[in-house]
């Protein structure tokens, strides 16, 4: 996983993607333009729903690896912000799909699109918004963009399948766990990143240290969330706190707090998370075991050494604004849980 070396050197100030929005705003205007009007339509439902969950937050870092990345090489096309919003419409609809299959009530400090209005209405506007995510590419027209973004989706989908299959399995190993991760959040990630130069038409080692960044980063933001949900704030996470452990979710700090703790504490586990039997008091206690076996403190080590690999990927690409406050952006997600 790499050498884990400081994400903050002589920097004072706290952790920001500023510089990463301040450098993307025109690009990001654009495509929030072009998601307000992709997620309308004629059926009064869909854009409802759409624009409960576009509207409630979010910082849209994804889209943003995209502009950001196709502005380092130049590009000086509108093809980015059709991308970007792709990107952006792929990620919304994945929100709504997980939030029906982990039945979570919140998202970004509201009530879930599905507590309001249903699990069925949910599915069916996230594959509306998949559809319209798909049109938007083709109408990029770049066949080398379109394949990579497709191929996420796909990759996506098994991600979601592959962490239903581990979910309340206490059997669950690291490796699972790595390749469930990279599946349904990083995947994303490094599609995002490497459809910027693509449709710059940067060089194919470019696209491969910008694919690179994107799936560390990935990597490291999925870390640092599943540690934030065991003693972090729903500010950071975007969702309550503790729902891993009310859904049943084997993460990273529960397979190293199960490996490391007490066979006692095998039979809270069991109950919690395979039983999915959480009672009051429960959480404190989990939190408490994690501390106790260090799951916490190496889940954040982990994420630390994945946000230096993004930096070592980053650093085979064009120096300058972009770069920075890409690099930026690695840190940010790191100091979540700082």
């Avoid at 501390?291 to 403190?297: D, F, H, I, R, S």
Wanted: hydrophobic residues 45%; glycine residues 10%.
């Amino acid at each position: 996983m790499g050498v884990v070396v400081p994400l903050r050197e002589t920097r004072s100030e706290p952790a920001s993607i500023q510089n990463l929005v301040d450098l993307t705003a025109g690009g990001m205007e654009a495509v929030n333009q072009l998601i307000l009007s992709k997620a309308g339509s004629n059926v009064e439902l869909i854009p409802e729903i759409a624009r409960h969950l576009i509207s409630s937050g979010g910082k849209r870092l994804r889209p943003m690896l995209t502009l950001a990345m196709a502005d380092m090489f130049g590009y000086s096309g509108e093809g980015h912000v059709g991308l970007a919003a792709s990107v952006e419409f792929m990620h919304t609809a994945t929100l709504l799909h997980d939030d029906v299959v982990d039945e979570s009530d919140m998202r970004r400090g509201k009530l879930a699109a599905r507590k309001l209005w249903g699990n069925q209405a949910s599915v069916l506007v996230g594959d509306y918004l998949l559809g319209q995510a798909f049109k938007m590419m083709v109408d990029v027209g770049s066949l080398e963009a379109l394949q990579i973004l497709a191929s996420a989706s796909a990759v996506i989908a098994e991600g979601e399948v592959m962490q239903l299959g581990a979910a309340q399995d206490l059997e669950t190993t690291e490796e699972r766990y790595m390749q469930v991760i990279e599946a349904k959040t990083a995947a994303l990630f490094a599609a995002a990143a490497e459809v910027g130069p693509v449709i710059a038409e940067a060089s194919d080692a470019d696209r491969a240290h910008a694919r690179a960044y994107g799936m560390a980063l990935g990597l490291a933001f999925q870390l640092v969330d599943d540690a934030l949900d065991y003693g972090g704030s729903a500010a950071d996470l975007g969702k309550d706190t503790g729902d891993d452990l009310r859904e049943g979710k084997i993460t990273l700090p529960v397979i190293l707090a199960i490996r490391r703790g007490k066979p006692e504490d095998r039979e809270f586990w069991s109950r919690c998370l395979e039983e999915r039997d959480v009672r009051d008091g429960d959480l404190d206690r989990a939190i408490a075991i994690m501390q106790e076996t260090g799951a916490l403190t190496e889940t954040i080590e982990r994420a630390r050494a994945f946000g230096a690999e993004a930096l070592d990927a980053l650093r085979g690409l064009p120096a300058g604004g972009q770069r920075e406050a890409l690099a930026e952006a690695v840190e940010f997600c790191i100091a979540r849980v700082s």
